[in-house]
């Protein structure tokens, strides 16, 4: 069965989560470069992504995509929106590109502005936020290229690499959303 794509780019689209890519997922979140970017340090068997996946998809409070390349349909990384909160109007969020071959090409900077379209056109959301490492400066640039504003500092916020480094809190507005769009 072909999977519809559920909201389109030039370079990507996003879809609903399958079981095949479960590969992906579990590359993405055992291979050394991605766990890096994602902060994680401990390894995840498929049994533990493959109950995460069902989690994350059983949950109403989450909304998760696949993000796959627009020419050959290869899933390349995962977005979605987290803690949704309907009453707020508000959702945090989250994206990884787990084939680090797909970095550095527009693949996230189109997904984070995919799924803000989601976030203000379809769910009806006044307000995204994410939380990222202040050493992520790829991952900052998109972020303000598609409207966040850097809200906060969490200092020291996690330890990572014999280190505790500091985390920035960026958020968007809907009146942002919409301002930038014009």
Not at 47 to 70: G, P, R, Y
Not at 127 to 132: E, G, T
Request: glycine letters at 4%.
């Amino acid at each position: 069965m072909k999977i519809p794509k559920f909201l389109k780019g030039l370079k990507v689209y996003l879809r609903p989560y399958i079981e095949s890519d479960l590969d992906l997922v579990i590359f993405g979140k055992n291979d050394p470069h991605v766990r890096e970017t994602l902060h994680l340090f401990s390894p995840m068997t498929q049994e533990q992504v493959a109950s995460e996946m069902k989690t994350w998809c059983d949950n109403k409070e989450i909304a998760l995509f696949t993000i796959c390349d627009h020419d050959t349909d290869e899933p390349v990384g995962q977005t979605a929106f987290v803690r949704i909160d309907f009453v707020s109007r508000a959702a945090v969020f989250y994206i990884a590109i787990y084939d680090p071959q797909f970095w550095g090409k527009g693949y996230a900077k189109e997904a984070t502005n995919l799924m803000l379209q989601y976030a203000f056109d379809i769910l009806n959301l006044n307000r995204v936020q994410l939380h990222v490492s202040t050493e992520n400066i790829p991952a900052i640039k998109i972020y303000k290229d598609a409207g966040y504003f850097i809200e906060g500092t969490l200092r020291e916020a996690m330890y990572h690499n014999n280190k505790y480094v500091d985390f920035y809190v960026m958020g968007i507005l809907r009146s942002d959303y919409y301002k930038n769009q014009r």
